[in-house]
């Protein structure tokens, strides 16, 4: 099916859906539908109207002090600001209010997060503070390092889970901004401060990888069989890492 048609189709439902939640007074459903509608929004690339659908679910949540739909909100709100950000709408001046409103909607989430029990909301709280922070504008690798630290120890095992999508792209702009030979070195001394086997893992594929893609004439296949893993790891750690042309969708539900 064709993604506008789906798209289409997805906002259809959400109006009807809309439409049961505003009879029922249900605040929670409705939270949930301008969510929903904010993160179709944003993929398609409607940035304002993502932005105001998420403002929308905010207020409704600061209504009943509901902790989750303001932290689920106020990640879309981060979610927008940062894709303004790269795509730089507006001029300088601009870029450093989208910059400011990005970190600052982050950390609001992560406040809100904390007063519930959800932890892959708390996780994708964490992910999104690093995200903003591992950006241009703040290149601050260090704090990104441990927002993704934070989320990693949140998130019991990795698997299909477009919040572990998230935090794998995360990683990868993590070790884009640091300096991989002190990593290295750090390994190769047994300095792995809290992460797991499988945590340092990831980060060593998010380093290997895509040098390896560079020389193997960057042919997915040539690197696959080059490291004897799969095309779709292959293809997750460039996509993850900026390399691969590919679409995300975003999902609200935590």
């Given at each position: ?35 929903q ?41 981060c ?105 290295l ?25 895509p ?32 390399l ?11």
């Open positions: 099916m064709d993604a506008a048609v789906a798209s289409r189709k997805a906002l259809d439902q959400l109006e009807k859906a809309a439409d049961i939640y505003d009879s029922q007074h249900n605040h929670r459903g409705m939270g949930a539908v301008h969510i509608r904010g993160f179709l929004c944003l993929d398609s690339g409607d940035l304002d109207r993502a932005g105001s659908e998420a403002a929308q679910a905010f207020r409704l949540g600061e209504d009943k002090a509901d902790y989750i739909q303001m932290a689920r909100a106020r990640i879309l709100q979610m927008v600001e940062n894709a303004k950000l790269e795509e730089q709408i507006e001029e300088t001046s601009g870029t450093n209010r989208h910059a400011q409103l990005a970190r600052d909607f982050a950390r609001q989430a992560v406040e809100f997060a904390k007063h519930t029990q959800n932890r892959r909301l708390l996780a994708r709280a964490y992910v999104w503070q690093g995200m903003t922070v591992a950006s241009d504008f703040f290149n601050d690798a260090e704090a990104a390092r441990q927002c993704c630290d934070a989320a990693a120890a949140l998130l019991k095992s990795p698997g299909p889970d477009y919040i572990w999508d998230d935090l794998q792209e995360l990683k990868a702009r993590i070790v884009r901004r640091g300096p991989i030979d002190t990593v070195r750090e390994w190769s001394q047994g300095q792995v401060g809290d992460k797991t086997f499988q945590q340092i893992t990831e980060e060593f594929a998010n380093i290997i990888i040098k390896v893609w560079e020389r193997e004439q960057r042919k997915v296949s040539r690197v696959a069989a080059r490291l004897s893993i799969s095309p779709k790891k292959v293809r997750r750690v460039l996509r993850a890492g900026g691969l042309a590919g679409e995300k969708a975003h999902r609200a539900a935590t």
